[in-house]
């Protein structure tokens, strides 16, 4: 059921809430709201702090596991919109060794987020999934019809069911209690406070690493894991802010949406791409001991852009802009 027909808008002074503020996904949202002109936003944090100020902004900082802080923070601030952006995130070797933290983690807090939203007579929640929700051998590009409709890949299974259960709830709970949940896959992201931490962190914030430190330490070479070959999709953080914010005020209904790019790029042209924006004049090795993993992974967006969204940041502005953010914060 798509029903655009009847979608709040948000108004500039009701109050939105951001869980999960201060991550690479919580702060673009911030920024998003604030270049739209809203001005009474809240923002969740747990640990790290959050990295946009503003007058508009009030951050409160609270761990969404905890069942009566989460009921407590609704009655308190009483949003009227919810960006849902908070969750135990990770690469595939933390996704793999955490296997029961992800989720469980992931189920709690969006249990409670999700829940309280609807106790609180939340006027229209977002809910943030990922593409790693699909089946592994999906057809390409992947449709939102694709969901459980085979087998998903083994290592990051926990956080996929976690989230699979996270838009099932919003589902659900539009169906039973009438409320006006959505939610939206995003593919790889990149961008302005994203995770550079090479055990933990995806192949985009891994790669402009690895370059950035290959060229300080005058290296001949990067050595890239697998052929290159495999094709693989990335957004700019803000493209994918602008598209929550339109979906919030343009779309309802219970299912779920894509959100990306709509082309991928080889990991060997994505690595020549990087390493020409950070300035490596050492070569590739490519070590074709390691694995590939799935040779494509493209979102089919064309529901996305049915509603009327399309992104803009191209992928070389757009990794020259999170390659200078990376500088801001680790020179
Ligand atoms: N990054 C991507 O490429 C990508 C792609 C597709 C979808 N997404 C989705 O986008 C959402 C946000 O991802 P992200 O990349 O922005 O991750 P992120 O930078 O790690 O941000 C997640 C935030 O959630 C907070 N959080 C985790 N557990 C919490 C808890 N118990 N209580 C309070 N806060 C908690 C973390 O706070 P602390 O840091 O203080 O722990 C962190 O700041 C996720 O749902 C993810 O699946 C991301």
Redesign the pocket.
């Known amino acids: 059921m798509v029903d655009t027909k009847y979608t709040v808008t948000m108004n500039k002074n009701d109050k939105i809430l951001v869980?999960?503020a201060?991550?690479?996904?919580?702060s673009a949202i911030i920024r998003a709201l604030l270049k739209a002109g809203y001005q009474n936003i809240s923002g969740?944090?747990?640990?790290?702090k959050p990295s946009v100020g503003s007058d508009f902004v009030d951050y409160l900082q609270?761990?969404?596991?905890d069942q009566s802080a989460v009921k407590n923070m609704y009655e308190t601030l009483k949003p009227d919109f919810v960006f849902y952006?908070?969750?135990?995130?990770g690469g595939i070797v933390a996704n793999n060794t955490y296997r029961a933290e992800f989720l469980y983690?992931n189920l709690v807090?969006q249990n409670n987020i999700v829940h309280n939203a609807w106790l609180s007579k939340v006027k229209k929640l977002l809910f943030?999934?990922?593409?790693c929700i699909y089946p592994k051998m999906a057809p390409q590009p992947i449709k939102e019809e694709y969901l459980l409709t085979g087998l998903l890949e083994y290592t990051n299974e926990p956080y996929a069911i976690a989230?699979i259960a996270g838009l099932k709830l919003c589902e659900n709970y539009n169906i039973q209690y009438g409320t006006d949940f959505i939610a939206a896959m995003?593919?790889?992201?990149?961008g302005p406070?994203?995770?550079y931490d090479l055990q933990n962190s995806?192949v985009l914030p891994a790669l402009i690493r690895k370059f950035h430190e290959a060229k300080t330490n005058a290296a001949e070479k990067v050595v890239i894991w697998g052929t290159g070959s495999p094709l693989r999709e990335f957004m700019h953080v803000d493209d994918l802010a602008s598209a929550c914010v339109f979906l919030m005020n343009n779309y309802s209904g219970n299912k779920f949406v894509n959100i990306g790019w709509g082309e991928d790029i080889s990991i060997k042209e994505l690595a020549l791409l990087v390493k020409r924006i950070v300035g490596f004049e050492g070569f590739l090795e490519f070590d074709v001991s390691k694995p590939d993993g799935t040779p494509r992974k493209l979102l089919d967006v064309s529901f996305l852009r049915s509603l009327g969204f399309n992104p803009s940041i191209h992928l070389e502005d757009g990794i020259n802009n999170a390659y200078a953010d990376f500088l801001n914060k680790y020179q």
Do not use: F, W
């Open positions: 869980a999960g201060a991550g690479m996904v919580g969740t944090y747990r640990n790290r609270i761990d969404l596991m952006a908070a969750a135990k995130v983690d807090i943030l999934g990922s593409s989230k995003p593919t790889n992201l990149y406070e994203d995770n995806h």
